[in-house]
Each structure stands twice: as structure tokens, then as C-alpha cells.
């Protein structure tokens, strides 16, 4: 009878680590099926592009205004042809405007492709217009020419070789409901004091500077969201030695319309997290000197604006949280 007592005790003691280790093996069974379904639903988040199932739910989730893309090309016809492609997939898109400014108008096999890609992605009860903004001239100030009938308040502006996916370009353009009088876009920049120089001189600084402190005062017109009476602002309110600046020295006109923009409406931009497709080359920034003309720029149009700076700080980012793991 003893000896009996005495295993009693150790046989509820093994009972007991069974039943323990039951638990943690359920716990870690739930552990993973918990995560395999959170990895199923945001899978087709992680791939970047969107599918047609994608673009049907944008459909029913695209707010009841639309944008008009504004984009800027120069004899880059397969880059163009590419981005048009992409953009008339987007369920959002109201018109695409492109920006010529080449001496010869666009080629009769451009034109047909385009066409023909437009009304194919048209779908849905969705018609999308494309229209050619011709110039004589060869200016970068063509790119923010007033529009006439367009149907939209929003306007994406955005160079030939930069691509986002649908869903990112949707995720901007409700934030941009949300701060119609300002620029939200995908590229920030930032003005700095030059502590080098006397008061009222500035340096512009790139993407490191913007990494580096998490602050920015511009975000770039080659990938933002503005309103449509910018361009009326900007072609026949902003000072014309600007726009003679911009012609001139063929820089500069996406730190003109920061500063427009930011002179009506007092207000910073925001800057957008979003994943950036570049399809082209290098431009003008990955030549040597850029830094230099563009802070020249920058004060050049301080004084143009009777040395009072517009531009504004910010250190807002915004983010999709429905694409992050943690937010």
C-alpha cells in the first residue's frame, strides 16, 4: 500500500506535464494557422502590381470623384506607350493629358497604339479620354499650361517613366481628398538654411537629406497629386521672370509649382509612402552640379517672391496601414 501512495504522486505529476504540453502544442497549432490566413489575405498586397480582381474591388471602392493624369514625354515613345498602358488600367483615371512638346507632332502609329490601348482598358462602363497638349515650344513650363474642360478637380502629374501600382495611386488620391489645397505626392524634397552664407540663403536638399532628418518641404511634380487651378496659377498668376527662369535654365519648374502652391495655400505637402516602378534612365538629376542649380533656383524665386520663403515643413508621412504588417 505504500509503495502505491508513493507512485500516486508521480503519476499526477507526469498527468500534468502531458496536459501542459496538449496546451502548448494547440497554442502553437492556432499560432500558425492564425498566421497563414493574415499571409493569405495580404499575399496579393505584397506583390506590388494589382491583378483584375484587384482592379474590380478598386472599382467599387474608387470614391465618386476621379483624377486626370497629367503626364510629361520627350521622344521616349516605348516609355510613354508603357505608362499609358499601366495607367489606363486604373479604375480612378477620368482623362490622360500628354504633354508634347516635340518640334514634329506624335506619329500616326503612337496615336493608334494608344487609342486602340485606351478603348481596349476602357471597360466597365468606364471611358477613359486621351488627349495631346500640343506646344510649338519647347518649355518645361508647358507641363503646367492651363487645361481647358477638364472634368476634374484632381490632377496626378507624373513623368512617362515613373509607374505605381493602381492601388497605391488610389490609396494617394484619397489622401489627397483629404488636403485638396496642397501637393501630396511620393517624392519629397527640403529647403535648408545655408548657415555658411548670410540670413535668407538657402541649399536644397535631395532624398538623403529627407532620409536623414524625416523632414521635407516639397514633394516633386514628377509623382503628385494637385488641384487643377494650380495650372491657371502657375501659367498666369506666378511671376513671369519665373517662368522666363524655368525656360531658360530648363530646370527647376517642380520647385515653381511648390512654391505656388504652398504661396495660396500656407500649407505643407504630404508625402505619400509608396513603391516607385522607374522604367527609364537617369534625367538631369544624376548629372554633376544638380544640387547646386537647384539651390540656386530656390533663391532665385525667394527673391522673386519678395524674399519671403513659402515653402512649409512638414514630418507627416502617409501610410496604407491595410498593407503593413504593424502600423
Not at 548657415?195 to 535631395?206: D, L, N, S, T, V
Amino acid at each position: 500500500m505504500r509503495g502505491s501512495s508513493l507512485r500516486r504522486p508521480v503519476m499526477i505529476q507526469r498527468l500534468r506535464q502531458i496536459a501542459v504540453t496538449i496546451k502548448i502544442k494547440h497554442l502553437l497549432c492556432c499560432c500558425i494557422v492564425l498566421a497563414f490566413v493574415l499571409f493569405a489575405t495580404r499575399a496579393s498586397n505584397l506583390m506590388g502590381w494589382t491583378s483584375d480582381d484587384d482592379a474590380t474591388a478598386l472599382r467599387y471602392s474608387t470614391p465618386r470623384k476621379r483624377y486626370a493624369i497629367l503626364m510629361n514625354t520627350w521622344k521616349r515613345h516605348d516609355l510613354l506607350k508603357q505608362s499609358i498602358s499601366h495607367y489606363t488600367t486604373c479604375m480612378g483615371v477620368e482623362s490622360i493629358h500628354i504633354v508634347w512638346s516635340e518640334p514634329d507632332p506624335p506619329p500616326d502609329s503612337l496615336v493608334a497604339f494608344l487609342q486602340r490601348t485606351v478603348k481596349e482598358n476602357s471597360r466597365n462602363d468606364r471611358e477613359i479620354k486621351l488627349r495631346f497638349e500640343m506646344n510649338k515650344e519647347d518649355s518645361l513650363n508647358n507641363r503646367f499650361k492651363e487645361i481647358k474642360n477638364l472634368n476634374t478637380d484632381a490632377i496626378f502629374s507624373v513623368d512617362d517613366d515613373v509607374i505605381f501600382a493602381c492601388s497605391t495611386l488610389e490609396f494617394a488620391f484619397t489622401v489627397w481628398q483629404s488636403a485638396s489645397e496642397t501637393m501630396v505626392g511620393f517624392v519629397p524634397r527640403m529647403h535648408w538654411i545655408d548657415q555658411a552664407e548670410e540670413m535668407g540663403k538657402y541649399i536644397y536638399g535631395g532624398w538623403w537629406s529627407v532620409w536623414w532628418t524625416g523632414t521635407y518641404s516639397m514633394v516633386l511634380s514628377k509623382a503628385a497629386f494637385f488641384h487643377s487651378k494650380y495650372l491657371g496659377i502657375y501659367t498666369h498668376h506666378m511671376p513671369a521672370s519665373i517662368r522666363n527662369y524655368v525656360s531658360k535654365n530648363r530646370n527647376c519648374e517642380d520647385i515653381a509649382m511648390s512654391f505656388v502652391v504652398a504661396n495660396v495655400s500656407g500649407a505643407p505637402p504630404v508625402w505619400v509612402k509608396g513603391r516607385i516602378y522607374e522604367i527609364g534612365s537617369g534625367g538631369i538629376s544624376s548629372l554633376g552640379g544638380h544640387s547646386e542649380r537647384r539651390s540656386k533656383c530656390v533663391n532665385t524665386f525667394v527673391e522673386e517672391y519678395g524674399g519671403m520663403m513659402p515653402l512649409v515643413r512638414s514630418t507627416v508621412k502617409a501610410v496604407d496601414s491595410r498593407h503593413l504588417w504593424f502600423w
